[in-house]
């Protein structure tokens, strides 16, 4: 059975910094790419940034290019994501996600495991 776990959520001002972190209970042959992605209150599960297990190749949405870094320390099963100068906008729950291979990074649809999500909360 395969597990996410995340932590690192809390409450910052605007331009703030958090890093999140997803611990995974063991990678199942079928995992090949890990994903954040945010739910905002009323909106869409959104894809903030994945990253391929094998090739480290990492992909971002738009609004994090320059300020998100998503990495995989291996050595302690974990996914993480260093997030700076956070808006207000931002706020959201912040799930970690992993999957295959195939299909657009930043849909939610191409994901098979889940965490329950840390809260990231951004105050003007």
């Known amino acids: 059975q395969v597990q996410l776990v995340e932590s690192g959520g809390g409450s910052v001002q605007t331009g703030g910094s958090l890093r999140l972190s997803c611990v995974v209970s063991?990678?199942?042959?079928?995992?090949?790419?890990m994903a954040w992605f945010r739910q905002a209150p009323g909106k869409e599960r959104e894809g903030v940034a994945s990253?391929?297990?094998?090739?480290?190749?990492?992909t971002y949405a738009d609004s994090a290019k320059g300020r998100f870094t998503i990495s995989q320390d291996t050595a302690n099963n974990t996914l993480l994501l260093q997030m700076n100068s956070l808006p207000p906008e931002e706020t959201g729950v912040y799930l970690c996600?992993?999957?295959?291979?195939?299909?657009?990074?930043?849909?939610?649809?191409?994901?098979?495991?889940w965490g329950q999500g840390t809260r990231v909360t951004v105050s003007s």
């Open positions: 996600a992993a999957g295959g291979l195939s299909g657009d990074w930043a849909a939610p649809l191409y994901y098979h495991y």
């Open positions: 063991r990678y199942a042959p079928s995992i090949a790419r």
């Open positions: 990253i391929f297990l094998h090739t480290k190749e990492t």
